[in-house]
């Protein structure tokens, strides 16, 4: 083979390999079972924090029982980055079921920021017992996931 007949062969190879690496990286690799699985999961932990901070320890994620129900608007598949809503649904500390709204924007790799409602989490900062004011950790939550992993972790 010629030199001129093998670098366009290896532009071609290097080009097709980049486009096989970052097939996993578009938009599609946003899937409600992960956002839903994270935000879930992510939800649970700070809202344990929370009630930490607002002077109610003793709370686990697990005695919440966090579901999240997520939606991408519009036609189509529940995939990809962008704008959704999702509904997390968990038992408070007297074991009332609660349930919050949120609009969530994902982005293409696996993160996503979500804002919640404040007339149900609360504003974004609260105040503790002592009277200090902090950042309530569920008025916007900020995560990031391994695409694929729920579906990898079901198989």
Do not use: H
């Not at 290097?14 to 096989?20: G, L």
């Not at 320890?57 to 029982?65: C, E, F, I, Q």
């Not at 509904?87 to 609009?103: I, K, M, N």
């Amino acid at each position: 083979m010629s030199t001129r007949l093998r670098r366009p062969a290896a532009g071609l190879l290097a080009a097709a390999t980049a486009t096989a690496l970052l097939a996993g990286c578009g938009p599609d690799d946003v899937t409600q079972p992960d956002l839903e699985s994270t935000l879930a999961s992510s939800f649970a932990r700070l809202y344990v924090r929370q009630q930490q901070l607002l002077g109610r320890p003793g709370l686990s994620p697990d005695a919440l029982a966090v579901r999240a129900r997520c939606d991408k608007p519009g036609a189509g598949a529940n995939r990809g980055a962008g704008a959704w809503t999702c509904t997390v649904t968990w038992f408070g500390p007297d074991g009332t079921p609660l349930e919050a709204d949120y609009e969530l924007q994902a982005k293409a790799g696996g993160c996503f920021t979500a804002a919640g409602q404040p007339a149900v989490v609360g504003a974004p900062r609260l105040e503790a017992p002592d009277g200090g004011r902090f950042v309530n950790p569920v008025a916007a939550i900020d995560a990031c996931y391994l695409p694929g992993a729920e579906a990898r972790a079901a198989a």
